[in-house]
């Protein structure tokens, strides 16, 4: 028997709007944002998808998108589970800076490599390392045993904790980690072979 994971970060927030540094801020959706979080859900409904358990962050954002997306598939109710082990990446000391006037400051190439890269963390933040360090265990405690019962797995989140979950899924290295680009409401569905390795990936992208 194999389990469905279904990842999807949170719709555009006022901070991704306003192109500030975020992290653990916990700012709302943007009307577009909320749109997207709907759309996400019709996506998923459109394919049948119907969950078995919920996951989200701490976090507004992800919370919102994770309701819209449950409201949205007709199971409103469903058992959601909370957990800031799903939160985004700590930005530190950037958080709430503009990421151009940071770019200014510290120069577009050091700017690229804390967004970025795998293991350099910004100024009393996290790397994506240390992101993937708590998202990790936290899967695979609390959140693939669901999976691998058969279960259907929803969780809503941020695009650098799902960004450490899958390139733990891909088997991505830190390198390749680099070029991956998680859009904002975009359903990541991932199928598991019983024995917890990936079967399938596909990216609901576009209308
Ligand atoms: O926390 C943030 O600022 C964003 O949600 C993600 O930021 P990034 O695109 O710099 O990783």
Same mark, same amino acid.
């Given at each position: ?108 190439? =050091?700017? %690229? !490599?804390? $967004? ?8 009393? @933040?996290? &790397? /994506? ?14 959140? =693939?045993? %669901? !999976?691998? $019962? ?8 941020? @695009?650098? &904790? /799902? ?45």
């Amino acid at each position: 028997m194999s389990g469905t994971l279904v990842l999807v970060r949170h719709g555009q927030s006022e901070w991704n709007l306003k192109n500030l540094f975020t992290g653990w801020r916990d700012v709302d959706l943007t009307e577009l944002g909320h749109a997207e979080a709907k759309e996400a859900g019709v996506k998923l409904k459109a394919r049948g998808m119907k969950f078995d358990i919920a996951f989200t962050s701490s976090l507004i954002r992800a919370q919102k998108t994770c309701q819209h997306i449950l409201d949205a598939v007709g199971q409103s109710d469903l058992e959601t589970i909370r957990d800031q082990a799903l939160n985004e990446r700590d930005y530190g000391d950037l958080s709430g800076l503009n990421k151009d006037d940071a770019r200014q400051k510290w120069g577009e190439e =050091q700017v %690229h !490599v804390w $967004r970025r890269s795998y293991d350099v963390p910004p100024p009393g @933040g996290e &790397s /994506l390392k240390d992101t993937g360090a708590r998202v990790w265990p936290y899967y695979l405690h609390d959140l =693939q045993p %669901h !999976v691998l $019962r058969g279960g259907t797995v929803l969780v809503a989140a941020h @695009g650098n &904790s /799902l960004r450490a979950l899958i390139m733990a899924l891909d088997g991505k290295s830190g390198e390749e980690i680099v070029r991956l680009e998680l859009g904002t409401g975009v359903p990541v569905i991932y199928k598991l072979n019983p024995d917890s390795t990936v079967a399938s990936k596909e990216v609901l992208e576009g209308a």
